[in-house]
């Protein structure tokens, strides 16, 4: 079978070495660091484990593994958690979160949200309603940002791209209208589960990932969100890698690629910094975004256009930061059984309390560190060029010990309460912090940082490549490339690696089995809605919510009723329960004017 190099061992470049060495390939990884796994591995913090326990776990960030990660939860179904041993395999070290929650400044507590089961266009509202009255917004803010939602669930495809990849969330979403209150909860969401910052990512994007965070609490059981049941390295990565070297892959870990070199319209060998160069039949280039960007030469460039648009993009308007930190307590403090965000802070914060999904460890603080540790909170900061409340500067010009401070003061600030009695994090508890080693000081303030998140800005799709370049033996691998999961994620850089794999299966005619690609899925009841939405795009009109004008309508809380008015049907339950129907379509067709 013919050989592969890849560049990169990352979720994105690990997935492909997996695919491809199940199918007879002969397959080397390459990658600059020693430890494997990218943005996703454990970060160790040396020296701090004393008699026979591990370092303290810091990460990159907290791990998230919601309902629509199927690549990513497929690659851990196949790994064996013990090198040899058929089961178990990791993902049954995957944990499910019961509940979320969100803390704001200034008021008595943090309010808890389970999960409950939609079946119909009015439980979207309702829930929202039910969700928004929780946080005390106002009927306004709901009516609007519930259509909204609706609207985009019922919007076609062709609509999603032809339209809303051409605008910000903020705008599709009517964000000036909101009151103040919502606008902060509008800007924070996006940025507190997929680092996008909602002026600035494009609504197609993040839309179809929010509507997918939004059903998910449409859904039970443990395939919703769920986290990782201890370190992601030991838990998940170390067993990866060790079973991918027993299938033969070969890893060369702290070497760095500095560039391809080119012959006859094809890859030829590829250089390290160490003055070595290697030759293969076909190349993954499984780097992120800034690192591909920087090894796209003009010769490359010359051979396939698209490669030439992403060379010539500014990469520094495609990607922002999401960066973790863990605070590790002498007391564990588990606040609620899932993900907690902070839409008031304004460094744009979301924490877990990891050690209550850790317990098949054992208790914490007898494996970890040097005995004093016994809880640990690990946060996301998605925000890094909004000014802090306690450090009154960017989180991008702040020292490591200010950021400590700042974020520190945010969480106290959302999460306790005004009496002396209600302190859930005090001072004292706090034995010690870990910042992502992904951000280097070396150089001063502002930090360099290795590991930048595209955020899809609107139009962005246009620059971003095909996993199987016009390079007939080059592909790409990562979150960055053309995927259905679009999001700058384990799961996109999965489905990528997956893609790569199958353009080189393509190319060498192998007659094995493709790798394995889903769509994300939305609901059924949802298809007529969608089918009505293309006739109505393909014709060059509005969405039946603005071509009804219930921008009026909402105005006067009489959305529904005004639905039903338009279909002819009294009954505003009867006409969400026809409209499922597909003939509901044809009649509204019809009465639109439309053939």
């Not at 939602?149 to 599709?172: H, K, N, P, T, V």
């Not at 998605?382 to 020292?399: E, H, I, L, Q």
Request: one cysteine or more; aromatic letters at 10%.
């Amino acid at each position: 079978m013919p050989s592969v190099i890849v560049v990169g061992g990352g979720v994105a470049g690990l997935t492909a070495a997996h695919e491809l060495v199940e199918r007879g390939f002969e397959v080397h990884v390459y990658d600059t660091r020693t430890t494997w796994g990218g943005k996703a591995r454990s970060q160790p913090v040396p020296g701090t484990g004393t008699e026979g326990r591990r370092d303290l776990p810091g990460e990159h960030g907290f791990r998230f593994y919601p309902r629509f990660y199927r690549h990513v939860i497929d690659q851990m179904q196949r790994t064996p958690a013990v090198p040899g041993v058929a089961t178990p395999t990791v993902d049954q070290h995957l944990r499910a979160t019961t509940e979320s929650a969100i803390a704001m400044v200034d008021e008595d507590t943090w309010y808890r949200f389970s999960r409950r089961k939609l079946d119909k266009p009015f439980d979207v509202l309702e829930a929202l309603e039910l969700f928004f009255q929780k946080l005390d917004f106002d009927t306004a803010d709901t009516s609007l940002y519930g259509l909204k939602i609706l609207q985009f669930l019922s919007s076609s495809e062709a609509r999603r791209f032809g339209q809303y990849e051409r605008l910000s969330w903020w705008d599709y979403c009517q964000g000036d209208l909101y009151s103040p209150k919502l606008q902060r909860l509008l800007r924070a969401v996006p940025r507190t589960m997929v680092a996008m910052d909602p002026k600035r990512g494009s609504a197609r994007t993040i839309g179809t990932i929010s509507m997918q965070l939004i059903l998910d609490f449409a859904q039970s059981g443990v395939n919703n969100d769920r986290t990782m049941g201890g370190p992601t390295s030991q838990m998940w990565l170390d067993p990866w890698v060790a079973h991918l070297r027993s299938l033969g892959v070969q890893f060369h870990g702290g070497v760095r690629c500095t560039g391809f070199d080119v012959a006859g319209g094809r890859i030829s060998g590829i250089r390290f910094a160490n003055g070595e160069s290697r030759a293969s039949d076909h190349y993954v280039l499984a780097v992120p975004l800034e690192a591909a960007h920087a090894l796209i030469t003009p010769e490359l460039a010359a051979l396939d256009p698209a490669l030439a648009r992403l060379r010539a993009s500014d990469v520094e308007q495609l990607v922002s930061w999401m960066v973790g930190l863990q605070f590790f307590l002498y007391e564990d403090v588990p606040l609620v059984r899932g993900h907690t965000f902070y839409p008031d802070s304004p460094w744009a914060l979301t924490s877990i309390s990891q050690p209550q999904f850790w317990r098949e460890l054992g208790l914490f603080r007898r494996q970890f560190g040097d005995g004093q540790v016994g809880g640990l909170l690990s946060i996301d900061i998605s925000d890094w060029n909004t000014p802090g409340t306690f450090v009154p500067k960017r989180a991008k010009d702040c020292t490591p010990e200010e950021i400590k401070t700042e974020v520190w003061g945010q969480l106290k600030a959302a999460l306790n309460g005004r009496d002396a009695e209600e302190q859930v994090l005090t001072d004292e508890l706090l034995h010690s912090v870990h910042l992502d080693a992904d951000l280097d000081y070396g150089g001063g303030l502002p930090p360099r940082n290795t590991s930048g998140l595209l955020v899809h800005p609107p139009r962005s799709w246009e620059v971003r490549p095909e996993a199987a370049s016009a390079i007939p033996n080059l592909c790409l691998a990562g979150d960055y490339v053309r995927t259905h999961t679009d999001l700058a994620s384990m799961e996109g850089a999965c489905e990528g690696g997956r893609r790569a794999v199958n353009a080189i299966l393509d190319r060498t005619q192998s007659q094995a089995r493709r790798a394995d690609i889903w769509p994300l899925e939305e609901p059924a009841w949802l298809e007529p809605w969608k089918r009505l939405d293309a006739a109505l795009y393909q014709r060059g009109r509005p969405h039946l919510f603005e071509l009804l004008g219930l921008r009026t309508a909402l105005q006067a809380s009489d959305v529904l009723r005004r639905f039903a008015a338009v279909t002819g049907l009294t009954e505003v339950d009867d006409w969400l329960d026809q409209f499922r129907v597909s003939g509901m379509v044809d009649t509204l067709l019809a009465r639109l004017g439309i053939r």
